[in-house]
T-cell receptor, first 115, second 109 residues
């Protein structure tokens, strides 16, 4: 069982749809992350939130819109996605370190398919 | 780009120690070495990290060479559930976290 919960586990959407991915953690972590993982590839960092503020955006297209409404929740809003955006989307959380990045706890991801 | 090189794949017999090498010859003085693994259909799982000294926890041991240019992750008694992709990551606070291709470890019965 994972301490980071992602919903839904699977999502199929058309290119004109709007949907959201949700991530929740109750470990008191104040850093949260979104990663994208294509099949047989390593995860790639998309966004980092620290104390509910966006601190890193890895040049992600605007059709992906993150939101951190509170310290336990992280959303990824999706709009007008392309077939190449089909992937596993992973959420992670960690404590905020002062000298080293703290271990990240990952959810099991949302598998997204764009038709 | 990832700053590490790892074997693409390795096999290990069940019950034996699995020794996974990682080369990070360009590591700088304040960069840590992290290890994560990803079991099929799951998210990555943190294993261990270190700066200079060897580290051990309930999952594994991390051996870092004195010049810090390479490290080895040791799973002392591998089980079938340890079959996964193992990622070695070199990271400095303030940088972005970059996963390399990793090593696919197969534990064989």
């Amino acid at each position: 069982d994972t301490e980071v919960t992602q919903t839904p586990k699977h999502l199929v959407m058309g290119m004109t749809n709007k949907k959201s991915l949700k991530c929740e953690q109750h470990m008191g972590h104040r850093a949260m992350y979104w990663y994208k993982q294509k099949a047989k590839k390593p995860p790639e960092l998309m966004f980092v939130y620290s104390y509910e503020k966006l601190s890193i955006n890895e040049s992600v297209p605007s059709r992906f819109s993150p939101e951190c409404p509170n310290s336990s929740l992280l959303n990824l809003h999706l709009h007008a996605l392309q077939p190449e955006d089909s992937a596993l989307y992973l959420c992670a959380s960690s404590r905020v370190g002062s000298t080293e990045i703290q271990p990240q706890h990952f959810g099991d991801g949302t598998r997204l398919s764009i038709l | 780009d990832a700053k590490t090189t790892q074997p693409t794949s390795m096999d290990c017999a069940e019950g034996r120690a699995a020794n996974l090498p990682c080369n990070h010859s360009t590591i700088s003085g304040n960069e840590y070495v992290y290890w994560y693994r990803q079991i099929h259909s799951q998210g990555p799982q943190y294993i261990i990290h270190g700066l200079k000294n060897n580290e051990t926890n309930e999952m594994a041991s991390l051996i870092i060479t004195e010049d810090r240019k390479s490290s080895t992750l040791i799973l002392p008694h591998a089980t079938l559930r340890d079959t996964a992709v193992y990622y070695c990551i070199v990271h400095n606070y303030g940088q972005n976290f970059v996963f390399g291709p990793g090593t696919r470890l197969s534990v064989l019965p």
